[in-house]
């Protein structure tokens, strides 16, 4: 299956507002034809997503262009995550959020449902997670990882302070993990932001996850309020 030009499809269709074109798609050629739902959510909406981004960045589509293409996107990854199998939860938390500022939620969502469906116990917080919240959040869930999302570059600087007031909130205790397009643009997004590591789309994602999570002391995050 070309899930290039199944992508492409999708978006033609995102940018044209036709929902049951781009669920259709998603759900009929790829789903019914044998398609991984994994495969799927990374290729065709995650790629589908990219593409919408850079468009807008370019002004070739406008802001409400950027809207309805997401509106639609967020329709069928809810769809997308019924259909998928989910592996026996590994009794691991993690909260997920995108920082202070960040609102477009929908890339960290794709990932937070990704790590649902390996297992982990997700809190997912959504956009614009007030700092001071997410450290109270963090004092009461007691998560084995933390994941913070920026999609905009003028965001980087939300995320460093964020970062920051986690360290001094509960040291090296609680692994961070950084991710989004706007940490795709540092050359080493983790040393730069003070994380613990990055992950670049929802596969490593997984894979970046696992060893944070292998080495975390969870009587240590009491922390400092």
């Given at each position: 299956m070309d899930l290039?030009?199944?992508c492409a499809r999708f978006v033609k269709a995102?940018?044209?507002?036709d929902r049951r074109e781009a669920l259709r798609l998603v759900l009929e050629e790829g789903v019914g034809r044998g398609a991984p739902t994994a495969e799927l959510s990374l290729?065709?909406?995650?790629?589908?997503?990219?593409?919408?981004?850079?468009?807008?960045?370019?002004n070739r589509i406008s802001v409400a262009d950027e809207h309805l293409a997401t509106a639609i996107?967020?329709?069928?990854?809810?769809?997308?995550?019924?259909?998928s199998p989910a592996s026996p939860l590994i009794s691991k938390r993690v909260v997920f959020g995108c920082v202070e500022g960040e609102?477009?939620?929908?890339?960290?969502?794709?990932?937070?449902?990704?790590?649902?469906?390996?297992?982990?116990?997700?809190?997912?917080?959504g956009a614009d997670v007030p700092t001071e919240s997410l450290v109270s959040m963090l004092h009461r869930e007691r998560p084995d990882l933390v994941a913070l999302s920026v999609t905009m570059?003028?965001?980087?600087?939300?995320?460093?302070?964020?970062?920051?007031?986690?360290?001094?909130?509960?040291?090296?205790?609680?692994?961070?993990?950084?991710?989004?397009?706007?940490?795709?643009?540092?050359?080493?997004?983790?040393?730069?932001?003070?994380?613990?590591?990055?992950?670049?789309?929802?596969?490593?994602?997984?894979?970046?996850?696992?060893?944070?999570?292998?080495?975390?002391?969870?009587?240590?995050?009491?922390?400092?309020?």
């Open positions: 290039d030009d199944l995102q940018l044209a507002g290729r065709v909406l995650e790629a589908a997503q990219r593409e919408i981004g850079l468009l807008w960045q370019d996107a967020q329709v069928v990854l809810t769809h997308l995550y019924r259909l609102h477009h939620d929908f890339p960290a969502r794709l990932a937070a449902d990704a790590l649902d469906l390996a297992g982990y116990d997700v809190r997912f917080l570059s003028f965001n980087l600087r939300s995320l460093r302070m964020t970062v920051a007031r986690l360290r001094s909130a509960f040291g090296d205790a609680l692994p961070i993990l950084v991710g989004g397009a706007a940490c795709s643009t540092l050359a080493d997004p983790a040393g730069d932001l003070g994380a613990d590591a990055f992950a670049r789309d929802a596969r490593e994602l997984i894979e970046v996850a696992g060893r944070l999570v292998a080495h975390v002391r969870p009587q240590a995050l009491g922390g400092t309020p």
